[in-house]
């Protein structure tokens, strides 16, 4: 590279070209297809640190929900500054620069779950002092049947990325589809709370805690296969491709 001249070869040479099943694995893009250009080959990819922000917020979230160590769901005041700073900061970030790169689904996976953790921090923050809006606080029923709906949407959204996880592996798809009785269990939870049922609701909460779980055991494995890809290891996780699966039929 002559730096006096600003001239530089380094992007010269083409790029190395990745099969749809490694770009699928590296960037999670259903149906594996690079976007035109050359962009994913000179910026970093910022799957690994998305899925990571993910799982350092809902693994203590998980075990709050189950009551681990003398935990329960109010612990999860303690995770305010991460909520924002990991789930929101570094997941809307990560978001963003799969938008950059051309991938949409990712982008719009990451920066939406970016968002939730967002509002998850506002809404545990004591300095918002949201319950207190209501005369009985967090035993309020239309506190407890607000969040409620709010869950409920969200399984209705993670039901929406199951689907459009199809077409990238198996790894991804079990997540979603575990984030998908989280999230009801969440939902009930919540509107059994506004019912007055506080052991069923424990009950409930304490099912959304191990389905959340079952999911970051998923997501734990899928990290570890992303930070061995992108570090070139002589050995890789498998994570069953499904780049070609639910593939338009090609007419001739």
């Not at 789930?87 to 939406?112: Q, Y």
């Not at 019912?195 to 424990?202: I, M, R, S």
């Not at 998923?218 to 990290?223: E, F, K, Q, R, S």
């Not at 890789?236 to 491709?241: A, F, I």
């Amino acid at each position: 590279m002559d730096i006096e001249k600003g001239s530089s070869t380094h992007f010269d040479r083409p790029p190395i070209q990745l099969t749809p099943e490694q770009y699928e694995k590296l960037f999670l893009q259903p149906g594996g297809r690079a976007p035109t250009g050359t962009l994913s080959y000179r910026f970093g990819n910022p799957t690994p640190l998305a899925v990571l922000c993910y799982l350092l917020l809902l693994t203590p979230t998980a075990c709050y929900l189950m009551g681990w160590g003398g935990s329960d769901p109010t612990s999860m005041v303690t995770l305010v500054g991460p909520f924002y700073f990991l789930g929101g900061v570094g997941m809307v970030v990560s978001g963003v620069m799969e938008w950059i790169l051309g991938n949409t689904f990712p982008f719009v996976v990451f920066t939406s779950f970016g968002a939730f953790w967002l509002s998850l921090g506002a809404l545990q923050d004591p300095l918002h002092a949201i319950a207190s809006a209501y005369a009985d606080g967090s035993s309020a029923v239309p506190y407890n049947k607000g969040i409620m709906f709010y869950f409920i949407f969200w399984t209705v959204t993670v039901t929406i990325y199951f689907v459009g996880s199809l077409r990238t592996n198996v790894v991804f798809v079990l997540i979603f589809f575990t984030l998908i009785p989280t999230f009801s269990f969440l939902a009930a939870g919540y509107g059994q709370l506004g019912n007055g049922y506080l052991d069923l609701a424990k009950t409930l909460l304490k099912a959304a805690g191990a389905f959340a779980f079952a999911n970051v055991c998923i997501a734990w494995y899928l990290v570890t296969s992303l930070i061995m890809a992108t570090v070139d290891m002589p050995f890789t996780l498998p994570v069953g491709d499904l780049s070609g699966f639910l593939a338009k039929r090609k007419r001739n």
